[in-house]
């Protein structure tokens, strides 16, 4: 979800996601035909978890003792190399996570943390254990812990998101 909605929000030409397996065939053809329009840049967004047809996701360790074992990461580098060997256009990678960790909050991420908090002090004045405070439009909402532990949320193909990416003229790797 956050890949689809940062690609979608920031303009990415092209956007991969766990739950749509690429073409890498397709990835190409995308750069090269903006390249040939005299597009000097493509931004490709990668989620980790995204996985070539037929092939698999990129591991970047196990952990034999944690919850979960397999640590993804890596895939804008395996891309990145794969683009540039194809294309013989120089790839550049960010890696959100790096990115992500710099810069001061802003005014809305101040305040969001802070209702966030005042929120789950409420339940627990209140005696509601067992939840956790979620956001839904512009309301905090009380989202069960079990409805959480249900595991990922996964993108359908045929979501709206999706549909309009396309209609935009976003690839999605097929």
Same mark, same amino acid.
């Given at each position: 979800w956050i890949a689809l909605h940062t690609g979608l929000s920031s303009g990415g030409d092209?956007?991969?996601?766990?739950?749509?397996?690429? /073409? !890498? #065939?397709k990835v190409v053809e995308r750069i090269k035909e903006r390249n040939k329009k005299g597009k000097r840049f493509s931004i490709v967004v990668v989620a980790e978890g995204a996985k070539?047809?037929?092939g698999g996701v990129v591991v970047q360790?196990?952990?034999?003792?944690?919850?979960?074992?397999?640590?993804?990461?890596?895939i804008s580098f395996?891309?990145?190399? /794969? !683009? #540039?060997?194809?294309?013989?256009?120089?790839?550049?990678?960010?890696?959100?996570?790096?990115l992500q960790r710099g810069g001061s909050?802003?005014?809305?991420?101040?305040?969001?943390g802070?209702?966030?908090?005042?929120?789950?002090?409420?339940f627990i004045v209140d005696g509601d254990f067992g939840y956790m405070v979620g956001v839904k439009g512009d309301q905090l909402i009380k989202v069960p812990l079990t409805k959480v532990a249900q595991g990922s949320r996964l993108v359908e193909p045929?979501?709206?998101l999706i549909q309009m990416g396309i209609s935009l003229g976003t690839c999605f790797g097929f």
């Amino acid at each position: 979800w956050i890949a689809l909605h940062t690609g979608l929000s920031s303009g990415g030409d092209i956007i991969l996601i766990p739950e749509i397996p690429y /073409d !890498i #065939e397709k990835v190409v053809e995308r750069i090269k035909e903006r390249n040939k329009k005299g597009k000097r840049f493509s931004i490709v967004v990668v989620a980790e978890g995204a996985k070539p047809k037929g092939g698999g996701v990129v591991v970047q360790r196990m952990v034999k003792d944690g919850s979960e074992p397999v640590r993804l990461g890596g895939i804008s580098f395996v891309l990145g190399k /794969d !683009i #540039e060997e194809r294309t013989g256009i120089e790839t550049r990678n960010v890696v959100m996570g790096h990115l992500q960790r710099g810069g001061s909050p802003t005014a809305f991420d101040r305040l969001l943390g802070t209702r966030l908090g005042a929120k789950a002090v409420d339940f627990i004045v209140d005696g509601d254990f067992g939840y956790m405070v979620g956001v839904k439009g512009d309301q905090l909402i009380k989202v069960p812990l079990t409805k959480v532990a249900q595991g990922s949320r996964l993108v359908e193909p045929g979501n709206p998101l999706i549909q309009m990416g396309i209609s935009l003229g976003t690839c999605f790797g097929f």
